[in-house]
């Protein structure tokens, strides 16, 4: 994992130059009029997603993001209702945010497109950044980093790729045989490509990766371009029976349910308690923050990851008033000297914007806390604090009847059929079937014998809820090896958690009470000191890990049509709404969210040889 260094545009006559590259980003005679002459009709668009349910792009070079905002336009006016638009763009150097604002003023027609992508736009971390537009008709991938290595981490099968990198004489790495031959590995059949160069580099390129070659008319002062295609035909998607059903009621299954439902599904959704989130996704609150590292290890970057999509999943949600959440920010304490140097390493190495993470000493932390810490630390300036059960109801509410939810059903079995999966409860009365079957419940799904053999572990945590009172008030989650958030809606702090490994009593215990308190005491100083022991509360819930404490997320060996989403230990707010947009995406053949070797790192069929 590298720092992202973003672009420096300059600006002359009202176009964007680029001065390490010694080239402009779209062509003087018009960069409207060039898209729509070499990447839309390059690639005879739109008369193809005129006739396909979904249609992925692949193009190298983001840039201003001027392609994607004229592919956009294009499609949502000339494409059918249910159609549905991919676009994958990779950069190495992607504009800041308050550049994209200046430029997007300079095309009117493409404004209000402009606006929806600059609210979703990510922040400049190397990796994959996942965006839902336009009510979920179209889903942009954008891939920050070198574009080859990048490509290399994409799964995917690209009907067209708009190639749009500065000019092979001055960026060469964006015309590279590497690149070209990983645009062979992606191509769907049948897939085209244009681009405004006519180099023989790149002739010779894409011929070597597959592509038949051609020359057209440029544009503007371009006397040529080239396009082409691959070998094959574009197979019409086969109908499908879009049926699911999910087993467990909390944020796993509930996100999972709503992704599907985004795509056309219909989903039996099995819960043995008598609602929604009422195993530990019934928290009144649960802490929002990813894990940093120095080496962009798995951890890190799945974290990274899950928490900006998680993020945008909050915001898109929020017109929903039931929602409950606060983005108040998230302080992680450092335990001692050695965490202290490792943390202000990692906040200083460039890896992270300072609006994702600063290091900040005792005496800013005290005053972001609102209350005074022992020790400096991390500041995540855009988390906080969701309430998972009001999240649980939103994702169902979004869904709407695609989702048809059984509570008080106790999936005691789930059995093969020739045409998929039967849940049936302890008396053999039939629950639900489907061609698809999805496991979110936890450690329970061990219970099932298709199942049994999955190296999953209980590990129960016990919460504290202690009353808020108007002297005794904090601004921003306080985490170290416990946490403590500020005053939730419901009116206590939420302290928590205990970490007991193998045990599944759902009983509270004082004597965990106790473990929470004296935590916090050590985050806090004093905070807990005037606590009525008879006026807190808490709950003890059953986290599930796996192996390696990475979730499990895909296919279940061996079982055609079966699928998990399991595992999510202590981080379920932070992984679950990614790994259900992933596990939703496998099973449709959609192109996936995050890079190849992370979805490789949470497939089940990694554990095969533990099993």
Not at 468 to 483: L, M
């Amino acid at each position: 994992m590298q720092p992202i260094v973003p672009a420096a545009p300059t600006f002359r006559d009202g176009a964007a130059f680029s001065d390490t590259y010694g080239d402009t980003y779209w062509s003087l005679d018009g960069g409207l009029d060039e898209t729509r002459h070499v990447f839309l009709s390059g690639n005879d668009l739109p008369a193809r997603w005129q006739a396909c349910e979904r249609l992925t792009i692949l193009e190298t070079g983001f840039g201003t993001g001027l392609n994607f905002l004229c592919a956009w336009r294009s499609f949502r006016e000339t494409a059918a209702a249910g159609a549905r638009l991919h676009y994958l763009s990779v950069d190495k150097h992607p504009f800041r945010h308050e550049d994209l604002q200046r430029l997007y003023g300079q095309w009117p027609e493409l404004a209000p497109l402009g606006a929806a992508l600059l609210e979703r736009y990510p922040p400049l971390i190397q990796g994959f950044h996942r965006l839902h537009l336009d009510g979920g008709r179209v889903t942009l991938t954008l891939l920050w980093g070198e574009a080859a290595e990048m490509l290399a981490q994409v799964e995917a099968r690209p009907d067209a790729f708009f190639l749009d990198g500065f000019a092979p004489s001055r960026n060469p790495d964006m015309w590279s045989d590497t690149l070209f031959a990983q645009l062979g590995r992606l191509a769907a059949p049948g897939a085209t490509f244009a681009t405004y160069s006519a180099a023989g580099k790149v002739s010779r390129g894409m011929t070597a990766a597959g592509f038949a070659v051609d020359k057209k008319p440029g544009f503007g002062r371009k006397r040529e371009m080239l396009c082409g295609h691959f070998p094959g035909t574009a197979q019409a998607e086969a109908a499908r029976d879009r049926r699911a059903l999910v087993i467990g009621g909390g944020i796993a299954g509930t996100l999972v349910a709503e992704r599907l439902a985004a795509r056309g599904w219909s989903i039996d959704l099995i819960e043995r308690r008598e609602g929604l989130a009422r195993e530990t996704s019934g928290n009144p609150a649960g802490v929002l923050q990813p894990v940093p590292s120095a080496d962009g290890n798995r951890l890190s970057r799945l974290t990274l990851a899950g928490f900006h999509y998680a993020l945008r999943q909050l915001r898109d949600f929020s017109s929903d008033p039931k929602l409950i959440w606060q983005p108040c920010g998230v302080l992680r304490l450092a335990r001692d000297e050695k965490q202290v140097d490792r943390q202000r390493r990692i906040a200083g190495s460039g890896l992270l914007p300072p609006e994702v993470l600063r290091w900040v000493d005792v005496d800013e932390a005290s005053a972001l806390a609102g209350w005074r810490v022992p020790a400096p630390g991390w500041w995540f300036p855009q988390g906080g604090w969701v309430h998972p059960p009001s999240l649980c109801d939103a994702a169902l509410r979004v869904a709407g009847d695609a989702v048809r939810l059984h509570t008080h059903r106790e999936a005691a079995d789930l059995l093969r059929t020739d045409s998929g999966w039967r849940a049936v409860d302890a008396a053999g009365k039939v629950l639900a079937e489907a061609p698809v079957a999805i496991l979110a419940n936890g450690h329970l799904a061990r219970r099932f014998a298709v199942s049994a053999a999955l190296p999953l572990r209980p590990v129960r945590g016990q919460i504290t809820c202690i009353p808020a009172e108007p002297g005794r008030a904090i601004k921003a989650v306080v985490s170290r090896e416990g946490y403590v958030t500020p005053a939730t809606s419901f009116g206590v702090h939420v302290v928590g958690a205990t970490y007991e490994e193998g045990s599944t009593d759902e009983l509270a215990r004082e004597e965990d009470h106790r473990v929470n308190l004296e935590r916090l005491n050590h985050l806090l100083p004093d905070f807990a000191k005037t606590v009525d022991a008879a006026r807190f509360g808490g709950r003890a819930g059953i986290r599930t890990v796996g192996p390696d404490r990475l979730p499990l997320v895909g296919a279940i060996p061996g079982s055609e049509g079966l699928f998990g989403l399991l595992g999510l230990g202590s981080r379920g707010l932070v992984y679950a709404p990614l790994c259900a947009e992933l596990l939703a995406c496998e099973i449709e053949g959609e192109p996936l969210p995050f890079e190849r070797d992370l979805v490789a790192a949470l497939d089940p069929a990694r554990t095969t040889n533990r099993i």
